[in-house]
C-alpha cells in the first residue's frame, strides 16, 4: 500500500460530500478507499474530553483517600504528583494501546489513530506520539498557566521563545496536507474518523409519478456534480417549509435550463424532481458504461446555454 | 419508501445500478454485522467459518466498490460502501497487535541495538552534561556567586555557598526522618515520576533541532558542576561523590540518554540525507524512542535506589559500588546483549 500524490484523478471520484478524505489510501485488494482525517477541532476536543475525565478521576481518587484516611498528608502529596505524571504521557500510550488508536475522549468523540503504513498500529509509534504530545499540548499549556507574568527582560525573552514554539506545533498540523502534527510525523500516523457505514435508500427505486419524460438533450446538459447535488437535495431531511419553497426553486430552474415546460411541474414539484434524477441518473450511468464520465455540466457533449 | 411499488415492475424499470445494490446488498449487510462482531469482541472472537466468511465478504465488498464507482452515481451508494470498506478494513488489516512478548523483545534487542546505533547522538547527550558540568565546576571556583545563578532556589535547600562544613555532611548522610517504608516509596515513585516529567520534556524538544535538548542537558550538567564544587570547596568531595553516585551514575546517564533520543530526533530532522524529511523522522524516531524507553527504565531504577538506597547506606565505599556497580551492569547489557551472531569480527 501507498500513497500517491494527487496526480491521477481516477481514483477515487470527488463528489459533493468528500470534504477532508484522506488521498489514494490503497489497500491490498487494489482499490482506494476514502477515509476521513479528523479534523482538528474534533481531536483538540478529544484531549480536552481526555483532561477532564483523568482530572477528575485524581480528583475523586484523592478526596476517597483523603476521607478514608488511608495516608498521611505528606504522602498524600507525593501521591497527586504521581497521578499527574499517570495521567500525563502513560495514560494516553496505555489507552491508546489498550484500545487501538482510541483513548477515552476518542471514543467519545469518534475517532481513531491508524499507521500511515497500513499495519496495525505498533507500540513504538504510540509512545513516539504521545511523548511528542506532551512538548506540542501539555508542556506549553502548562507554561502559560504557571506563568508568572512579570515584566522583567529576562521573561519577555522567555515569553517570546514560548510564544513561537506555540506557534510553531500549532500551525504544524494546520499546514499539514494530512492534518499531522509532529509526533504523528515522528511514529507515522493518522487520525481518521471512525467510519460509519449507512446506507440510504435508493432514489431510482420510487416509482415514477406524473409521467414525466426527458428526451435525449435534454438529458445531456448535466454531469454527476449536478446529479449528485441534486441527490443531496432530495434527501435533505430538514421538514421546514422553506425547503419545499427550496425544491420548487430548484424545479424551476432545472426545467429552464433543459427547456422543460415549467407549468408541467405542477403544484409539487419533488415527482418532477424525482422523474428528472432517475431519468438523468440512467443516462449518465449508460454513458459511463461506454468510458464516458461526464463529472459536471461542463462537460464536452453539453449544449450550450441560449 | 417502496413498499407501494409491485416488485414485479421494479424488476424490469430498474436501472441497472440499482440492479447491481440489490442484488449485492444482503452480502454487505452481512459483512456489517461481521465487522460490529470483530469491533466489540475482536477478531478473536469470531468462529472459524465467521473469520472466513469476513475475509470473503470483505473482497467482495471491495469489488463492489470498484465496480459501484465505474457504473453508480448514487451517492448513497458509494458513500456507503466506501464506509464499510473502510471499517471492515480496519478489522482486517489493522487488529490490535498482541503485546505478549514485545517487552521481553525490547529488552533483549531492541534497546541495545538501537543504542548501537546511536553512538554519535549518545556522544551530544553525554558531551552536554561533561561539558555543563565542567563549567559550573570551573565557573564556581572562579566566583561563587554563580552557584545562585545556575541552580534554583527551591532546589539548593540550604545548600549553598557559606553553609557551614557541618550542615552540609549532614545533607549527605542524615535525614534519619524519612526512614518509614511508606514514606521512601512514595518518595521514590515521586522521584521517578519527577525526572522522567524532565526526561520527556529533554527527549520531545530534540524535535526542534537538538539545540534545547543540548542546551537543557548542559543546563542540568551546570548545576551539577556547581552543586559538587560546593562540596569540593568544604572538603566533602569524595562523601560527595559517593552520596551522587549511588544514584547519579544511573539518573544522570539516563538523562543523557534521553538528550541522546532528542538528538537522534534532531539530526533526522536536521541532515536527512537522501530521505525526505518526514521519512527521516519516522525512520529514526524508531531508535530514539526506544532511547527513551531505556532513560525511562533507568530513572525507575534510578527512583528506587534513590528513595531507598541512598537514605538507609550511609557508608560511602558501599554508595560508590552499588554506583558504579549498576553504571557497570547497564554497560554490560547496552554492550553485549542483542547481537546476533554475524556481528562478531
Redesign the interface.
Known sequence: MRFRRKSDKTAIPRNAASKRILENFIPPEGVPIGFELASLGARFGAVILDLILTWLFILLLILAVAWLGLLPKTALFALVAILAFFVGVPYYVVSELIWNGRTLGKRIVGIKVISADSRALGAHQVVARNLLKDIEFFAPLGMALQWNYTSTAQSWIAAAILLVWTLFVAIYPIRNKRKQRLGDVVAGTLVIVKPKAILLDDLALTEAQGGFSFDQAQLDIYGSYELQTLEAILRDPSKNPLHAAELAKVAKAIARRINYSEHAIGADPRPFLMAFYRDQRERLESRLLFGERRQDKFHGDAAKPK | ??D??SPS??EA??????RF?KLR?PG?RRL?VLVKQAETHGTAGLNYTEAKELAAQY?QA??S??LA????????????L??????A??VV?????S?SG?FGRLLRQGIPQAVRRSLLPLLIGFSAMLLGAITGFVLFFRDRSWFYTFVPGGLSDGRAPGASVGYLRDTLYGDASLHSS??LT??A??L???N??IA??I???G??WALPSFVLTFYNGLMLGAFFALFVQAGLGYDAFAWLSIHGVTEISAICIACAGGAR?GLAGLMPGQMSR?DS??LH??D???L??LAGLMLLVAGVVEGVLRQTVTSPELRLLIGWGLGGFWLLWLWRSGRTGGAKV
Open positions: 419508501m417502496n407501494q411499488v415492475r421494479i424499470e430498474l436501472l441497472r445500478s440499482a445494490r446488498e454487505w456489517e473482497r471491495m469489488t466498490l470498484a464507482r465505474d457504473i453508480s452515481l448514487d451517492l448513497a451508494l458509494l458513500n456507503y466506501d464506509q464499510l470498506c473502510a471499517r478494513w480496519l488489516y489493522v487488529p490490535q497487535r503485546l514485545a511508606d514514606v512514595a518518595f515513585a515521586y521517578f515520576s519527577h522522567t516529567n520527556i520534556f527527549f520531545g524538544l524535535i526542534f530526533l518526514k523522522l519516522r524516531g524508531r530514539a524512542v526506544k527513551f524507553l
